[in-house]
C-alpha cells in the first residue's frame, strides 16, 4: 500500500487476510510514523481451525 487516507472506505486490518493462518483480525493496533514511513503495529491470535 503506497497511500492510505484516514476515513476512507480502505480499512486495514479490519477483515481476516487470505493466507491459511489467517484466522482474525487485527486488533490493538497503532501506527508509527518515523521519517516519513508508517509502521503499523498489531496484536493477531493465532486461530486453530479444526
Do not use: Q
Request: charged share 30%; glycine share 12%.
Amino acid at each position: 500500500m503506497k497511500k492510505w487516507l484516514n476515513g476512507t472506505d480502505t480499512r486495514i486490518l479490519e477483515e481476516p487476510g487470505i493466507d491459511k493462518d489467517d484466522g482474525a483480525i487485527g486488533g490493538h493496533c497503532d501506527v508509527i510514523v518515523n521519517e516519513g514511513k508508517a509502521y503499523v503495529y498489531y496484536l493477531n491470535l493465532k486461530v486453530n481451525k479444526k
